[in-house]
């Protein structure tokens, strides 16, 4: 074969030298990168933002549901009705718990590993706070039913009072990893630019975080305090994580608080 002939497969061997190169050099550098900022890129992070807020409203709809008038306290003196009333809020709530899901599903495939692992720690949550209520359903069935046929002996009323307060110990668990989800977002927000979890930097605008925090007033005005307390529940202590990195505007900066690279950022 002539030295012509043999030009073209010379280059293309050059060309996949090269490119392979170029690959491994930028693989190794993004190995090289801290954790945080491996797994935290800036991407759509705003969305999601926006996204677990609105989901976390639906989850406050329960708590109001609740708060405003248990079904005890709304049919007092009616036992069939209170029964119901605890059936009927409890599909209310399950409504509520796969309409906040939904709103965080797109986001278990995201390229941010952060953003994947709040949604799918919130996603855990609700699945099992569903799954809690459609057992403490059954449990109100049985004793209905218990209740009709003058079944109620005090043995049977101690089993279903057990099985009452060991289901509520559940869902407070469920609450936890809401927590523990609001939690991850409030680090999501920190821009990956940041070497770690304790950097200044957000990744939002000064714009988008007026309106996110319009958007949690909407729902959490009576939670204003930030940072985790103990006595919060669940709904209180998430939205002061949030509130916390969204209101201190002197420790933490918006993107367009720091125009320049290194601005904001905190240095190890």
């Given at each position: 074969?002539?030295s012509s002939?043999?030009?073209?497969?010379?280059?293309?061997?050059?060309?996949?030298?090269?490119?392979?190169?170029?690959?491994?050099?930028?693989h190794?550098?993004?190995?090289?990168?801290?954790?945080?900022?491996?797994?935290n890129p800036?991407?759509a992070?705003?969305?999601?933002?926006?996204?677990?807020?609105?989901?976390?409203?639906?989850?406050?709809?329960i708590?109001?549901r609740?708060?405003?008038?248990?079904?005890?306290e709304?049919?007092?003196?009616?036992d069939?009705?209170?029964?119901r009333?605890?059936?009927?809020?409890?599909i209310?709530?399950?409504?509520?718990?796969?309409?906040?899901?939904?709103?965080?599903?797109?986001?278990?495939?995201?390229?941010n590993l952060?953003?994947?692992?709040?949604?799918?720690?919130f996603?855990?949550?609700c699945?099992?706070h569903?799954?809690i209520?459609?057992?403490?359903?059954?449990?109100?069935?049985?004793w209905?039913?218990?209740?009709?046929?003058h079944?109620?002996t005090?043995?049977?009323?101690?089993?279903?009072?057990?099985?009452?307060?060991?289901?509520?110990?559940k869902?407070?668990?469920?609450?936890?990893?809401?927590?523990?989800?609001?939690?991850?977002?409030?680090?999501?927000?920190?821009?990956?630019?940041?070497?770690?979890?304790?950097?200044?930097?957000?990744?939002?605008?000064?714009?988008?975080?007026?309106?996110?925090?319009?958007?949690?007033?909407?729902?959490?005005?009576?939670?204003l305090?930030?940072?985790?307390?103990?006595?919060q529940?669940?709904?209180?202590?998430?939205?002061?994580?949030?509130r916390?990195?969204?209101?201190?505007t002197v420790y933490?900066?918006?993107?367009?608080?720091?125009?320049?690279?290194?601005?904001?950022l905190?240095?190890?």
């Amino acid at each position: 074969m002539s030295s012509s002939k043999m030009m073209p497969l010379r280059v293309l061997c050059s060309i996949f030298i090269l490119l392979t190169a170029v690959f491994n050099l930028s693989h190794c550098a993004a190995a090289s990168l801290p954790d945080f900022q491996r797994h935290n890129p800036d991407i759509a992070k705003y969305a999601f933002a926006r996204s677990y807020i609105e989901a976390l409203n639906y989850v406050n709809n329960i708590n109001l549901r609740w708060k405003k008038a248990s079904p005890k306290e709304l049919y007092a003196g009616d036992d069939v009705k209170v029964m119901r009333g605890y059936v009927s809020y409890l599909i209310k709530d399950n409504m509520d718990l796969r309409i906040a899901r939904n709103f965080l599903t797109k986001y278990l495939h995201s390229e941010n590993l952060l953003v994947r692992k709040t949604a799918d720690t919130f996603i855990a949550a609700c699945l099992t706070h569903i799954a809690i209520n459609d057992k403490e359903k059954q449990v109100w069935d049985q004793w209905y039913a218990v209740k009709s046929n003058h079944l109620d002996t005090p043995a049977n009323e101690k089993a279903f009072l057990k099985t009452q307060r060991d289901l509520t110990l559940k869902r407070k668990e469920t609450g936890k990893k809401m927590i523990e989800a609001s939690v991850l977002l409030a680090n999501v927000l920190k821009s990956g630019r940041n070497t770690d979890e304790k950097g200044h930097l957000l990744a939002v605008t000064s714009k988008q975080r007026e309106y996110l925090l319009g958007r949690l007033d909407e729902f959490g005005k009576d939670s204003l305090e930030w940072g985790l307390k103990a006595g919060q529940d669940h709904m209180q202590a998430s939205i002061a994580v949030i509130r916390e990195v969204l209101e201190d505007t002197v420790y933490y900066a918006s993107l367009d608080d720091a125009p320049n690279p290194t601005a904001g950022l905190r240095q190890k």
